[in-house]
Structures are given as structure tokens and as C-alpha cells.
């Protein structure tokens, strides 16, 4: 169960009861694929080798930390989702997970459309040739710049989500001489089982318009009379690291009732129903994501059966994944600079980056895994807690792990699924200079984010 989350206090530190820790797997070299992106292999010497690249030739060439994204896997994921959803219904990229120009034209060669909810990410996709048509722009409150260039640009849709935006994007679109396409965003009163900062569908939360107290409808009713407005369809989002699809059989079923209400009350049915993202990946052995083709199936099940229960046609089907395609392609490598044993505790093991690479364990208190990979080991396992170097006791990067005894300062240790938010999220704190991410395919590496240098964070320092 998932603890909740502290302020940066002495309670990320604390020890669990003796029993609490699961027992360290049977070999400690063995990388899980369910974890572990679909290249990375050991070779003879017992190296993890990501794209046909040993890990210790990728830290000479790119130095610790950094993101290394496996570039064959990332594909791979775009034509599992594409290919389960098929022609008649549309799959967006959430790009709030990790965006970069080369990610943009992996996806448009892959066939997948984009989520942007700023107007840099915006920015990012028209740069990099992602057909404005394909491009979704989301956001609680964006700025009537991000509009006019996200209406401008001609992006295909733009997803509502306050009675004040209704209006705003109407005027815009009237004064370009446009007609905009446009979603609701609604809340459906749904519990994700996920954790409190990443659960959207709530009514106390700042995301969407309630379907509660007929303020939703009231938006559809303020939407329709807009003549800078063409209103496609009802956009509902339950959360993120969602593994149990039945929040989505809640989510519809209340979507689905509005729908009727719309047609009930206006003769008109909405043609499209997007149900979000926020599908889990698995960052342990214990996670069991489901996939792509099952996560299909239940979603087209349960929207056909609502829809028939309600008398309506079955509306174009859109979801958003973003962590489950680019989450498990990447891992974080590190090098050990400290080992610090507390008997009758644990080892702190300290690595070269930390919370500045990786909020989400101090944010979320997410869980990783972590392993040895310059090299295999036959000794023991001990408790281990793998931290960062910054100033902050909760700068923590994997909370509970086994590593090797043997471990020494030099050696190179990975941190997989790391490929969503990580990089996003990251941050100078302490004057940290950002990892690069790096992209591996059949032999080749190349930057497609560059590391940051002293130059760059001086640069914005106008003095």
C-alpha cells in the first residue's frame, strides 16, 4: 500500500518493522524485462548492454548521470497501441511524459498523434513537423497566447476545462475567423486508487467541470451556442499508474449519461469520447501491467455496452498514454560515489545525480528498482537505499533495494522506467547541471537532449 506523502521531513527516513521487506531475489544480476526496456541484455562479462552498447561504453561516451532510451522499445510501444486501438480511434501521445523534437518524429512516423498542455511542449511539436491536425492541446489554464497560436497553427483539438476558457477560446477562434474543434473536459467523481496527486477525476480538484450539479451539461449548453466553437465530444481523465480498469467502467458509464443528456436535450450526438491515459507500467516485478491489446479491448467493451444501454451510436474512441509507451524505454545510469553502512539498518548507497534527475520518489514516493550494471556479482545482498547528493535528506532515488556487498564507489548502477517525468520533471536544484537523454538503436547513440553545462546556467543568470 502507498504510504502518503510527507513535506521533505524526517519521516521519508523512516525504518520499516523487521519482516517489512520483501525477500532479495534469487540473483541479483538478472535485469526482469518486465521492468527492463526490450534490448537491454548482459553480455559475457556480465555488463548491461542497452541497443547493442555496453552501459560502461555509454558513460565514457556521455558521462553519469543520464537518461539512456532505447529507441527500438519506444517504436515498439507506438505500434502496440496504435495497432490495438486500429483506424477507428485515435491514440495521443501524452507529451507531458518526456517530449523532445526527435520523440515528435518517432511518433509521426509511428502513426501517433500528440497531447501538448503548454505552449512550449505546442512549440516543441510544430518544430519538429508533428501535422498541427494531430496535435491536442490540454491545460487548466492556458493563456490566451497559447491559445491564439494553438488555434493559428489549425491543432486539432482543443480540450476545455472551465466555463471562462469556453468563452476565451470562442472569442479567439471568432477574431482569426476560425471555427474551433473543441472537448469538455469533465470530472466524473471517480476513484482512481492511485495517489492523491495524480488522481484527476475527483470534484475537489482543479482539473475539469464537474459532471456534478449539472455543471457539465451547463458547459455543453454554453459550448453549442458559440459560433467559434465546434464541440466534438466529452474528454474524462481518472488519474495516472491506473493497473484496474474499472475506474474507466465508471468513468464511461457517466460519460455516456451525459452524452444521452445532450442528446436528449440539444438532437445532437457527440461523435468522439476521449477516456484519458494514466495506465500503469511496472517499475518492480511486482507491478503487472496489462497490455495495450487488453487495455483495448476492456475500453471498446465497456463504451459499446454503455452506449447501447443508452440508445446512442458508438462515439470515436481516444485515449492518452504517455508513461506506458516512453515510461519503461529508459533507464537512469549513475555512478556510486559513497557507500555508507549503518549497521543493523541499512547502506546508503550515493550516486552521482538524485532528486534534481528523479522527484517522483521524494514527490510520489514511487517506488523503483535499481541494479548493478558495469559488471555482474556472486556477493551478498544487502539493504540498500540509493540517495542523491543534494542537500535534502529526502533525496531519495530508490527507497528499499538489495544490492550487492560488494558494491565499491565507481561501480555503475541503473535505475529503469525512468523514461516519464523524470527528465520532465527535472530540475537545477543546487545548481545541478540536467542529465542528457540519450537514444540507443542497433549499435548507434546519439543526444537527443543535451547534457546542460555551467554555460547554459549561467547563461539565464543575468547578474
Request: proline share 5%; glycine share 10%.
Amino acid at each position: 500500500m502507498s504510504r502518503s506523502a510527507h513535506p521533505a521531513g524526517p519521516r521519508h527516513a523512516d525504518v520499516l518493522p523487521e519482516g517489512h521487506y520483501a525477500a532479495p531475489p534469487a540473483d541479483l544480476n538478472q535485469l526482469d524485462p518486465r521492468v527492463w526496456s526490450c534490448t537491454v541484455t548482459r553480455d559475457a562479462e556480465g555488463v548491461a548492454v542497452v541497443g547493442e552498447i555496453p552501459v560502461t561504453r555509454l558513460a565514457e561516451e556521455f558521462g553519469t548521470p543520464g537518461y539512456f532510451l532505447d529507441e527500438e522499445d519506444f517504436r515498439a510501444r507506438c505500434r502496440a497501441w496504435r495497432e490495438a486501438f486500429g483506424e477507428d480511434a485515435d491514440v495521443f501521445y501524452a507529451g507531458k511524459a518526456f517530449l523532445s523534437r526527435a520523440v515528435v518524429r518517432w511518433l509521426h512516423e509511428e502513426g501517433l498523434n500528440l497531447d501538448v498542455c503548454s505552449g512550449g511542449e505546442l512549440a516543441t511539436a510544430l518544430a519538429a513537423g508533428m501535422p498541427a491536425e494531430r496535435i491536442a492541446l490540454h491545460g487548466n489554464n492556458k493563456s490566451a497566447e497559447e491559445i491564439e497560436r494553438a488555434v493559428q497553427a489549425g491543432v486539432g483539438r482543443i480540450v476545455l476545462d472551465s466555463f471562462q476558457e469556453i468563452v476565451r477560446v470562442a472569442h479567439i477562434a471568432q477574431r482569426l475567423g476560425r471555427r474551433q474543434r473543441v472537448q469538455i473536459r469533465v470530472t466524473v467523481g471517480v476513484e482512481a486508487h492511485t495517489h492523491e496527486f495524480i488522481a484527476t477525476a475527483h470534484e475537489d480538484q482543479k482539473f475539469g467541470i464537474p459532471l456534478a450539479g449539472g455543471l457539465a451539461a451547463e458547459a455543453v449548453r454554453r459550448a453549442l451556442k458559440l459560433e467559434g466553437l465546434e464541440l466534438i465530444g466529452i474528454h474524462s481523465h481518472i488519474g495516472s499508474q491506473i493497473f484496474d480498469t474499472s475506474g474507466f467502467e465508471v468513468a464511461a458509464h457517466r460519460v455516456v449519461g451525459l452524452l444521452k443528456e445532450i442528446r436528449d436535450e440539444h438532437g445532437v450526438e457527440l461523435p468522439e469520447i476521449d477516456l484519458g491515459g494514466g495506465l500503469g507500467i511496472a517499475y518492480t516485478s511486482d507491478d503487472d501491467p496489462s497490455e495495450p491489446r487488453d487495455i483495448a479491448k476492456a475500453l471498446r467493451e465497456i463504451v459499446t455496452r454503455e452506449c447501447a444501454g443508452a440508445g446512442l451510436s458508438v462515439p470515436r474512441l481516444s485515449v492518452e498514454p504517455g508513461r506506458a509507451i516512453v515510461g519503461p524505454t529508459a533507464f537512469t545510469l549513475y555512478e556510486v560515489g559513497t557507500v555508507k553502512e549503518l549497521p543493523g539498518l541499512r547502506t546508503y548507497v550515493s550516486v552521482d545525480g538524485g532528486m534534481s534527475d528523479n522527484i517522483r520518489t521524494a514527490l510520489y514516493d514511487a517506488e523503483y528498482s535499481v541494479a548493478l550494471v558495469s559488471r555482474s556479482s556472486t556477493a551478498e545482498p544487502m539493504l540498500s537505499r540509493v540517495v542523491g547528493k543534494h542537500c535534502e535528506s529526502g533525496d531519495i532515488v530508490v527507497r528499499d533495494a538489495f544490492l550487492p556487498a560488494d558494491l565499491a564507489p565507481g561501480d555503475l548502477i541503473a535505475v529503469p522506467a525512468t523514461g516519464a517525468y523524470c527528465r520532465s520533471m527535472a530540475s537545477n536544484y543546487n545548481h545541478a547541471l540536467r542529465p542528457p537523454v540519450v537514444a540507443v538503436r542497433d549499435g548507434q547513440a546519439r543526444e537527443i537532449v543535451r547534457r546542460e553545462t555551467e554555460e547554459d546556467l549561467l547563461r539565464l543568470d543575468v547578474g
